[in-house]
């Protein structure tokens, strides 16, 4: 499954070069060209990263961190932009970026810092999350606790509850849980998929688990 990147610029040219680029590197690129698209594109869409040009019309992308960020989504975020005081960096940090990249940057730099980020994220994360109520989940073994007795999980149901998590609080489409749960030469099965978000919702509550008719559905942390 190829990773997702969300790409906020305005400027057309250098919108359609860092697509294409990415792009030929593997990578899943989706653009949007002012904060309200952007916007529409976290919520239709699953997306593993996030480049953000700051001066873009409609909602600045300060603005548009911000509103994820108090909403608790997590995904990760790199500031692109010409934007170069110490005041505008600390500023980007605070409202939780994970790095800053000043235009004009090379191609290359970019990517450098885009798999880094992957790794820090995604590669090098705690073993285990603690989910309340004694509950544990050990990333690596796909292995759910409480109160350290193990939980008896099918693997789907464990690969559900390990997509989930590694993207709170955003929808996560059909067909991304297909393409997690379900290997090429099986058929995914709408009604084993019921079954599976049954359980997960029997162990960690009706209220984290919110489905999206039609869509997919959304993991609620808060």
Not at 7 to 22: A, N, R
Not at 62 to 85: C, H, M, Y
Not at 104 to 131: C, H, M, N, W
Request: proline share 3%; hydrophobic share 40%; with cysteine.
């Amino acid at each position: 499954m190829r990773p997702t990147l969300l790409l906020l610029e305005d400027d057309l040219q250098l919108s359609d070069t860092v697509k294409q680029f990415l792009e030929l590197k593997g990578y899943r690129v989706l653009v949007a060209y002012d904060g309200l698209g952007a916007e529409e594109v976290v919520y239709e869409e699953q997306v593993d990263l996030m480049l953000l040009d700051v001066k873009v019309p409609q909602m600045s992308g300060f603005e548009f961190l911000k509103r994820l960020r108090d909403q608790g989504v997590k995904t990760p975020a790199v500031f692109i932009t010409s934007l170069n005081s110490v005041e505008d960096v600390a500023k980007g940090f605070s409202l939780g970026c994970d790095d800053y990249i000043r235009k004009p940057f090379a191609l290359k730099e970019l990517l450098v810092r885009v798999e880094s980020l992957f790794k820090r994220s995604y590669g090098t994360q705690e073993d285990t999350i603690t989910l309340g109520d004694g509950l544990v989940f050990d990333i690596k073994e796909l292995l759910l606790t409480q109160h350290g007795k193990r939980i008896a999980l099918k693997t789907k149901e464990l690969k559900l509850l390990s997509l989930f998590l590694q993207h709170p609080n955003q929808r996560v489409d059909y067909s991304t849980i297909h393409e997690a749960l379900w290997s090429y030469d099986e058929e995914p099965s709408a009604g084993s998929l019921r079954t599976y978000i049954k359980r997960l919702r029997s162990i960690l509550g009706k209220e984290h688990i919110e489905t999206i008719k039609n869509m997919g559905y959304r993991f609620v942390t808060q």
